[in-house]
C-alpha cells in the first residue's frame, strides 16, 4: 500500500526537507477593554525538517498561544512567524493541529472522519478510502475504521484525531497537550505510538505539554518557557538514542534530564503563583523533603 500523499516533506534522498518552523523574536500583546495582557515576549524557536520539538512551561506561560501563531490562528504582536521560510498568514492545510479535546465529528466513522482531511485536499473518493486506511494501519487502527467515535475509547479517539491531522498530508505537526486527558496508562501507551509513527513518517512535531516525562521520552529538544509573560528558559537537546522505548525512563541519562527540567519548571511554577524564590519558601520546602512532620514544624 502506498503512502504517497505523506511523501511530501521527505525528499528522494531519504531526509525530510520542508517543515521548517522558525518564531523569530515573537511578541504576544492580548488587548481586551483596558487591559492588556502581555503573553509571550522576544521568544524564539526553531523546528528543524523532520525535528520533534516539545515546549513546556507552567500553565498560562503562552504554550497555547505560541503553537496558534505557528497554526496561523493567531498573529503574532511583533516579531516573525515562519514556515519554510513564508511567513504564516493564517491557518493551512501545510499544518495539523491536534487539540486536547477530541474533534471527530461523532456522526462520522472512524475512517469517514479521516476521509475528510483527504476530501479537503482534493482527493478523489477511491484513492482517499486507501490513503485513509494506510494511516490508520501505521496507527493500529484498521479494525475500527467502521466505528464510530462514541465507541472507541479515549486514547484511540485521539489516535484518530492525530490522523486525521496527518490526512492532509501537514509538513508540520502541531500537538496541544494531545493527552492531557487520558489515564497514565493509556497516556504512556499514546506516547509510545505517537513516537513510532513520528519515526516512520519523519514529519516535523511542535509538541505542547505541561508533562516533564512526556516531553523528555518524545523529544529531540524541549523548550522550557517561563512563567508569563513567557520567555526561553532553557532549551535542552535530547540525546536519548533513537527508536525510544519506556526503559529508557528509568536510565541515568533520562532522570538527570528529567531533574533538570522539573527544577526549571518549579522555579517557574512558583513564580507564576505569585511566589518570590528568596523569601524562604523553598527552604520551607526542602526542610518538608527532609522527612520532618509537617505537624512538628507547625
Ligand atoms: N484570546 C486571549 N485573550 C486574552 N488573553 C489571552 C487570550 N489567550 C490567552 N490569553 C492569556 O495569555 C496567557 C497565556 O495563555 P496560554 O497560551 O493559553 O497559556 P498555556 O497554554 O501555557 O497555559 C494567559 O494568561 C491567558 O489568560
Ligand atoms: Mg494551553
Known amino acids: ?33 483596558r487591559q492588556s495582557i502581555d503573553a509571550v515576549q522576544g521568544f524564539d524557536l526553531e523546528v528543524r525538517p523532520g525535528e520533534f520539538v516539545s515546549l513546556i512551561g507552567p500553565s498560562g506561560c503562552g504554550k497555547s498561544t505560541l503553537l496558534n501563531v505557528v497554526a496561523g490562528f493567531i498573529a503574532p504582536t511583533a516579531g516573525a512567524a515562519l514556515v519554510d521560510g513564508e511567513p504564516i498568514r493564517g491557518p493551512g492545510a501545510d499544518r495539523g493541529m491536534v487539540f486536547q479535546q477530541y474533534s471527530l465529528f461523532p456522526w462520522k466513522t472512524v475512517r469517514q472522519n479521516v476521509e475528510f482531511g483527504f476530501k479537503m485536499k482534493g482527493v478523489g473518493r477511491a484513492r482517499r478510502e486507501e490513503a485513509a486506511r494506510t494511516l490508520l494501519g501505521i496507527a493500529g487502527l484498521l479494525a475500527f475504521e467502521n466505528h464510530y467515535p462514541d465507541q472507541l475509547s479515549g486514547g484511540m479517539r485521539q489516535r484518530v484525531g492525530i490522523v486525521r491531522a496527518l490526512a492532509t498530508s501537514p509538513r508540520v505537526l502541531l500537538l496541544d497537550e494531545p493527552f492531557g486527558a487520558l489515564d497514565a496508562q493509556t497516556r504512556a501507551v499514546m506516547q509510545q505510538i505517537l513516537t513510532n509513527m513520528w519515526q516512520k513518517l519523519r514529519i516535523s512535531v511542535l509538541f505542547v505539554t505541561h508533562d516533564i516525562e512526556e516531553a523528555i521520552f518524545l523529544s529531540d529538544r524541549i523548550y522550557v518557557m517561563t512563567a508569563r509573560p513567557g520567555r ?18 528509568s536510565s541515568p541519562q533520562f532522570m538527570a534530564l528529567r531533574r533538570t527540567v522539573s527544577d526549571l519548571i518549579r522555579e517557574e511554577s512558583l513564580k507564576a503563583m505569585g511566589m518570590e524564590l528568596g523569601d524562604g519558601l523553598l527552604d520551607g520546602l526542602s526542610i518538608d523533603a527532609r522527612g520532618k512532620d509537617l505537624a512538628a514544624m507547625l
Open 232 to 249: 526561553l528558559k532553557m532549551m535542552l537537546p535530547v540525546p536519548l538514542p533513537r527508536p525510544r522505548d519506556p526503559a529508557m525512563t
Open 1 to 33: 500500500m502506498s503512502v504517497a500523499p505523506l511523501a511530501g516533506p521527505v525528499a528522494a534522498g531519504g531526509e525530510p526537507t520542508r517543515g521548517h518552523v522558525a518564531l523569530r523574536d515573537v511578541h504576544l500583546r492580548f488587548e481586551s477593554g
